[in-house]
């Protein structure tokens, strides 16, 4: 079984930094492995925010492009967001996942609660 451990969320103001973690236990971070970062708004659907690679090719949301950059420590199974030059619109429970492509085996985190003050 798979678990996900997340850390790193908390309360910032706006222009801000934040870093969020998540650790995977139960799984390698093979190159058939995508790891990544969601986040679901307040009254809003779940989005993509960024997403690695165990091979290191990353993808990133528009909205977010320039300011998160996410990375992956392959030995440790663990993925990293860095969040610079937060935004209000910003604000939003980060939940991290962990898939191979083209198959169910798919898994989430609990999620970790993000506060961009204006």
């Known amino acids: 079984q798979v678990q996900l451990v997340e850390s790193g969320g908390g309360l910032v103001q706006a222009g801000g930094s934040l870093r969020l973690s998540c650790a995977a236990s139960?799984?390698?971070?093979?190159?058939?492995?995508?790891m990544g970062w969601h986040r679901q708004p307040p009254g809003k659907q779940r989005e993509m925010v960024a997403t690695?690679?165990?091979?290191?090719?990353?993808n990133y949301a528009d909205s977010v492009k320039g300011r998160f950059t996410i990375s992956g420590d392959n030995a440790k199974s663990t993925v990293y967001l860095q969040m610079n030059s937060l935004k209000p619109e910003d604000t939003a429970v980060y939940y991290c996942?962990?898939?191979?492509?083209?198959?169910?085996?798919?898994?989430w985190g609990q999620g970790t609660q993000v506060t961009v003050s204006s």
């Open positions: 139960g799984s390698s971070f093979s190159r058939n492995v995508i």
């Open positions: 996942n962990i898939r191979r492509p083209y198959t169910t085996w798919n898994y």
């Open positions: 690695i690679t165990g091979g290191g090719s990353t």
